[in-house]
Protein backbone atom coordinates (compact mmCIF):
# COMPACT_ATOMS: atom_id res chain seq x y z
CA UNK A 1 0.00 0.00 0.00
CA UNK A 2 1.13 3.50 -0.03
CA UNK A 3 3.32 5.39 2.25
CA UNK A 4 2.39 7.86 4.72
CA UNK A 5 5.34 9.23 6.68
CA UNK A 6 4.60 11.53 9.82
CA UNK A 7 7.55 13.43 11.89
CA UNK A 8 7.93 13.91 14.16
CA UNK A 9 7.32 10.12 16.42
CA UNK A 10 7.03 11.89 19.40
CA UNK A 11 8.04 15.68 20.98
CA UNK A 12 7.42 17.31 23.87
CA UNK A 13 7.57 20.80 24.29
CA UNK A 14 7.03 23.64 26.76
CA UNK A 15 4.05 25.39 27.67
CA UNK A 16 3.26 28.60 25.66
CA UNK A 17 5.69 27.22 22.52
CA UNK A 18 4.42 26.11 19.35
CA UNK A 19 4.85 22.87 17.83
CA UNK A 20 4.86 21.54 13.81
CA UNK A 21 3.79 18.11 12.72
CA UNK A 22 4.36 17.41 9.28
CA UNK A 23 2.85 14.71 7.24
CA UNK A 24 3.77 13.55 3.66
CA UNK A 25 2.23 10.76 1.15
CA UNK A 26 5.86 9.22 -0.45
CA UNK A 27 4.36 7.85 -3.28
CA UNK A 28 1.61 9.84 -4.31
CA UNK A 29 -0.50 12.71 -4.50
CA UNK A 30 -3.01 13.52 -1.73
CA UNK A 31 -5.08 16.82 -2.52
CA UNK A 32 -6.81 16.09 0.86
CA UNK A 33 -5.11 14.79 4.27
CA UNK A 34 -6.77 14.21 7.34
CA UNK A 35 -5.92 14.97 10.84
CA UNK A 36 -7.19 13.23 13.62
CA UNK A 37 -6.34 13.56 17.48
CA UNK A 38 -6.07 10.47 20.42
CA UNK A 39 -6.51 11.33 23.96
CA UNK A 40 -5.13 8.56 25.82
CA UNK A 41 -7.40 5.14 26.28
CA UNK A 42 -10.10 7.16 23.88
CA UNK A 43 -11.58 7.03 20.11
CA UNK A 44 -9.52 8.85 17.39
CA UNK A 45 -11.80 12.33 16.20
CA UNK A 46 -11.13 14.01 13.26
CA UNK A 47 -9.87 17.76 13.80
CA UNK A 48 -9.96 18.91 10.16
CA UNK A 49 -9.65 18.03 6.39
CA UNK A 50 -6.52 19.32 4.79
CA UNK A 51 -7.51 21.07 1.02
CA UNK A 52 -4.00 21.32 -1.30
CA UNK A 53 -4.07 25.22 -2.26
CA UNK A 54 -6.72 26.15 -0.03
CA UNK A 55 -7.95 26.17 3.64
CA UNK A 56 -8.56 23.68 5.75
CA UNK A 57 -11.90 22.41 6.88
CA UNK A 58 -12.32 22.02 10.47
CA UNK A 59 -14.81 20.01 12.52
CA UNK A 60 -16.83 21.45 15.27
CA UNK A 61 -15.17 22.81 18.20
CA UNK A 62 -11.30 22.40 16.93
CA UNK A 63 -9.97 26.07 17.05
CA UNK A 64 -8.77 26.94 13.89
CA UNK A 65 -6.26 29.65 15.36
CA UNK A 66 -4.88 26.91 17.79
CA UNK A 67 -4.42 24.31 15.10
CA UNK A 68 -2.99 25.86 12.02
CA UNK A 69 -2.94 23.43 9.12
CA UNK A 70 -1.13 24.04 5.65
CA UNK A 71 -1.28 22.09 2.57
CA UNK A 72 1.01 24.17 0.24
CA UNK A 73 1.90 21.05 -2.04
CA UNK A 74 0.64 17.65 -3.17
CA UNK A 75 2.44 15.62 -0.64
CA UNK A 76 3.05 17.52 2.68
CA UNK A 77 0.26 19.11 4.85
CA UNK A 78 1.79 20.41 8.08
CA UNK A 79 -0.30 20.62 12.00
CA UNK A 80 0.92 23.49 13.97
CA UNK A 81 -0.25 23.51 17.32
CA UNK A 82 0.28 27.27 18.25
CA UNK A 83 0.70 28.29 22.43
CA UNK A 84 0.39 24.81 23.20
CA UNK A 85 -1.00 23.84 27.06
CA UNK A 86 -0.66 20.53 28.74
CA UNK A 87 -4.07 20.26 28.02
CA UNK A 88 -3.34 19.94 24.29
CA UNK A 89 -1.04 16.70 24.90
CA UNK A 90 -2.14 13.98 22.49
CA UNK A 91 -1.48 11.40 19.88
CA UNK A 92 -1.65 13.51 16.74
CA UNK A 93 -1.74 10.86 13.80
CA UNK A 94 -2.81 12.40 9.72
CA UNK A 95 -3.71 10.18 6.90
CA UNK A 96 -3.81 10.82 2.92
CA UNK A 97 -6.52 9.50 0.52
CA UNK A 98 -5.85 6.87 -1.73
CA UNK A 99 -8.69 6.71 -3.89
CA UNK A 100 -12.41 7.19 -2.71
CA UNK A 101 -12.21 3.77 -1.08
CA UNK A 102 -9.10 4.14 1.55
CA UNK A 103 -6.72 5.98 3.29
CA UNK A 104 -3.64 5.62 4.29
CA UNK A 105 -2.35 6.42 8.32
CA UNK A 106 1.48 8.12 9.25
CA UNK A 107 2.98 6.62 12.06
CA UNK A 108 1.39 9.24 14.29
CA UNK A 109 3.02 12.16 16.72
CA UNK A 110 3.24 11.87 20.44
CA UNK A 111 2.56 15.01 22.13
CA UNK A 112 3.67 16.45 25.38
CA UNK A 113 3.46 19.65 26.90
CA UNK A 114 5.00 20.47 30.25
CA UNK B 1 -24.52 11.47 10.34
CA UNK B 2 -22.42 8.09 10.95
CA UNK B 3 -21.86 6.35 13.76
CA UNK B 4 -19.97 3.35 15.04
CA UNK B 5 -20.41 1.49 18.09
CA UNK B 6 -17.97 -0.97 19.91
CA UNK B 7 -19.93 -1.66 22.79
CA UNK B 8 -17.59 -4.03 24.07
CA UNK B 9 -14.43 -1.54 25.93
CA UNK B 10 -11.88 -3.92 27.08
CA UNK B 11 -12.04 -8.20 26.78
CA UNK B 12 -9.62 -9.95 28.41
CA UNK B 13 -9.42 -14.08 27.65
CA UNK B 14 -6.68 -16.80 28.26
CA UNK B 15 -4.27 -18.00 25.51
CA UNK B 16 -5.82 -20.08 22.76
CA UNK B 17 -9.76 -19.10 23.63
CA UNK B 18 -11.36 -17.22 20.53
CA UNK B 19 -12.98 -13.86 21.00
CA UNK B 20 -15.52 -12.11 19.03
CA UNK B 21 -15.25 -7.63 18.78
CA UNK B 22 -18.45 -6.28 18.51
CA UNK B 23 -19.03 -3.54 15.57
CA UNK B 24 -22.57 -1.85 14.99
CA UNK B 25 -22.93 1.19 12.48
CA UNK B 26 -25.14 3.69 11.77
CA UNK B 27 -25.14 5.48 9.03
CA UNK B 28 -27.80 6.63 5.57
CA UNK B 29 -25.13 6.27 2.79
CA UNK B 30 -25.97 3.46 0.32
CA UNK B 31 -22.41 3.19 -0.46
CA UNK B 32 -19.89 2.83 1.91
CA UNK B 33 -16.84 1.42 3.69
CA UNK B 34 -16.09 -0.81 6.83
CA UNK B 35 -12.85 -0.89 8.39
CA UNK B 36 -10.94 -2.58 11.18
CA UNK B 37 -7.84 -1.48 12.03
CA UNK B 38 -5.10 -2.83 15.15
CA UNK B 39 -3.31 -0.33 17.42
CA UNK B 40 -0.29 -1.48 19.56
CA UNK B 41 0.83 0.31 22.07
CA UNK B 42 3.14 2.32 19.86
CA UNK B 43 0.06 4.12 18.45
CA UNK B 44 0.26 3.20 14.57
CA UNK B 45 -2.87 1.97 13.05
CA UNK B 46 -2.08 -0.96 11.33
CA UNK B 47 -5.04 -2.00 8.83
CA UNK B 48 -6.79 -5.38 8.91
CA UNK B 49 -9.40 -5.09 6.93
CA UNK B 50 -11.62 -3.45 4.24
CA UNK B 51 -15.21 -4.00 3.20
CA UNK B 52 -17.87 -2.37 1.04
CA UNK B 53 -21.70 -2.52 1.22
CA UNK B 54 -22.19 -4.21 -1.12
CA UNK B 55 -19.89 -7.25 -0.35
CA UNK B 56 -21.50 -9.27 2.63
CA UNK B 57 -19.51 -12.46 2.37
CA UNK B 58 -17.35 -13.01 5.11
CA UNK B 59 -13.61 -13.17 5.39
CA UNK B 60 -11.22 -15.49 6.64
CA UNK B 61 -7.29 -14.14 7.05
CA UNK B 62 -5.67 -17.09 9.05
CA UNK B 63 -7.27 -16.47 12.70
CA UNK B 64 -8.96 -13.69 11.84
CA UNK B 65 -12.65 -13.45 9.89
CA UNK B 66 -14.98 -11.16 10.04
CA UNK B 67 -18.90 -11.21 10.23
CA UNK B 68 -20.62 -8.50 7.61
CA UNK B 69 -24.45 -7.98 8.25
CA UNK B 70 -26.44 -5.40 6.39
CA UNK B 71 -29.61 -6.69 8.00
CA UNK B 72 -28.28 -5.56 11.50
CA UNK B 73 -25.94 -3.46 10.71
CA UNK B 74 -22.85 -5.19 12.07
CA UNK B 75 -19.12 -5.98 11.31
CA UNK B 76 -17.87 -8.35 13.73
CA UNK B 77 -14.70 -9.84 13.91
CA UNK B 78 -13.52 -12.93 15.36
CA UNK B 79 -9.99 -13.91 16.62
CA UNK B 80 -9.32 -17.93 16.77
CA UNK B 81 -7.11 -19.48 18.83
CA UNK B 82 -5.88 -16.33 20.21
CA UNK B 83 -2.27 -15.29 20.64
CA UNK B 84 -0.28 -12.64 23.48
CA UNK B 85 0.44 -11.08 20.18
CA UNK B 86 -3.05 -10.09 19.80
CA UNK B 87 -3.14 -8.05 22.87
CA UNK B 88 -4.09 -4.24 21.38
CA UNK B 89 -7.02 -1.53 21.07
CA UNK B 90 -8.88 -2.66 18.19
CA UNK B 91 -11.27 0.09 15.81
CA UNK B 92 -13.51 -0.51 13.41
CA UNK B 93 -14.07 2.80 11.42
CA UNK B 94 -16.53 3.97 8.77
CA UNK B 95 -16.52 5.79 5.66
CA UNK B 96 -17.55 9.12 6.05
CA UNK B 97 -16.71 11.07 3.16
CA UNK B 98 -19.52 11.21 0.72
CA UNK B 99 -19.53 10.77 -2.85
CA UNK B 100 -16.27 12.49 -2.77
CA UNK B 101 -13.88 11.46 -0.13
CA UNK B 102 -15.56 8.30 -0.19
CA UNK B 103 -13.13 6.02 2.55
CA UNK B 104 -10.22 8.77 2.58
CA UNK B 105 -12.46 10.10 5.83
CA UNK B 106 -13.32 8.16 8.85
CA UNK B 107 -15.58 7.83 11.87
CA UNK B 108 -14.10 5.51 14.24
CA UNK B 109 -15.91 3.34 17.25
CA UNK B 110 -15.13 3.80 20.55
CA UNK B 111 -12.16 1.05 20.41
CA UNK B 112 -12.19 -2.57 22.73
CA UNK B 113 -8.85 -3.04 24.28
CA UNK B 114 -7.74 -6.31 23.90
CA UNK B 115 -5.72 -8.18 26.38
CA UNK B 116 -4.68 -12.12 25.82
CA UNK B 117 -3.31 -13.78 29.05
CA UNK B 118 -1.07 -16.48 28.60
Known amino acids: GAVVSQHPSWVICKSGTSVKIECRSLDFQATTMFWYRQFPKQSLMLMAT?????????EQGVEKDKFLINHASLTLSTLTVTSAHPEDSSFYIC??????????FGQGTRLTVV | AQKVTQAQTEISVVEKEDVTLDCVYETRDTTYYLFWYKQPPSGELVFLIR??????QNEISGRYSWNFQKSTSSFNFTITASQVVDSAVYFC???????????????FGQGTRLTINP
Open chain 1, 95 to 104: SAGGGRTEAF
Open chain 2, 93 to 107: ALSAGGAIQGAQKLV
Open chain 2, 51 to 56: RNSFDE
Open chain 1, 50 to 58: SNEGSKATY
